[in-house]
């Protein structure tokens, strides 16, 4: 299986990254301590936005423009993991399929 077809969209894919995306914002109210551990793994650029930049801007004083712009730059970065995760469940789903 070349790359291309790896990433090419398919409807499992879109359906399991939107999942994936979806589940924090149900699971994160039931878990209580344990939703950074649910936030890391669904994610984890918007995790490493909150730990490295915010802490930043309180002792640098910088401005909401900027801490708005990450925050967008880091949902992008975490749809496009989503996205990954799900072609490799397709993956790995398809490879048990065949045997």
Request: aromatic share 14%; hydrophobic share 55%; glycine share 6%.
């Amino acid at each position: 299986m070349s790359l291309k077809e790896f990433l090419k969209p398919d409807w499992r894919k879109i359906v399991i990254m939107i999942i994936l995306t979806a589940v924090p914002f149900f699971i994160s109210p039931l878990v209580g301590k344990l939703d950074a551990l649910f936030s890391f793994f669904f994610k984890p650029f918007t995790v490493a936005d909150a730990r490295l930049i915010m802490p930043s801007t309180k002792n640098f004083g910088m401005n909401t423009g900027i801490i708005e712009m990450a925050s967008g730059i880091f949902g992008i970065l975490d749809a496009i993991y989503a996205y990954v995760i799900s072609c490799i469940i397709i993956l790995i789903y398809d490879i048990l399929k065949k045997k």
